[in-house]
């Protein structure tokens, strides 16, 4: 979505929570590599999905969301405000975030 980096690119294992400062859009990337039949998800007032953990090394199962300043509003978070990201992951299978955010990227 050409927005600058917010938090990550990380990687880790297990859960983990995370908090970040809301921008005008944001964007969550999350990766999982484990046994290919549980899922990672990750939670947040900015946007909560899953991905399934692939078990191939480097071929990593990727999901997005990618929230505008329109639908922050929408889920009633304001510039400026912190919001919490939690990452939840069976044990042993390791998960990469990267989140992205700023003013829109110019067309």
């Known amino acids: 979505h050409g927005l600058p980096t917010v938090l990550g690119p990380l990687s880790g294992t297990g859960n983990k929570t995370f908090t970040v400062t809301v921008r005008p859009a ?53 510039v400026g405000q912190r919001a919490s990201v939690r990452i939840t992951a069976p044990a042993g299978y390791t998960w990469q975030l990267w989140i992205t955010g700023g003013p829109a990227a110019p067309a």
Do not use: H, T
């Open 26 to 78: 944001m964007s969550i990337e999350l990766g999982c590599l484990g046994k290919g039949k549980d899922l990672a998800w990750v939670r947040s007032p900015i946007g909560s999905f899953a991905v399934p953990c692939d078990s191939s090394p480097g071929n990593e199962s990727f999901a997005s969301g990618y929230d505008s300043a329109q639908d922050l509003r929408g889920a009633k978070l304001k």
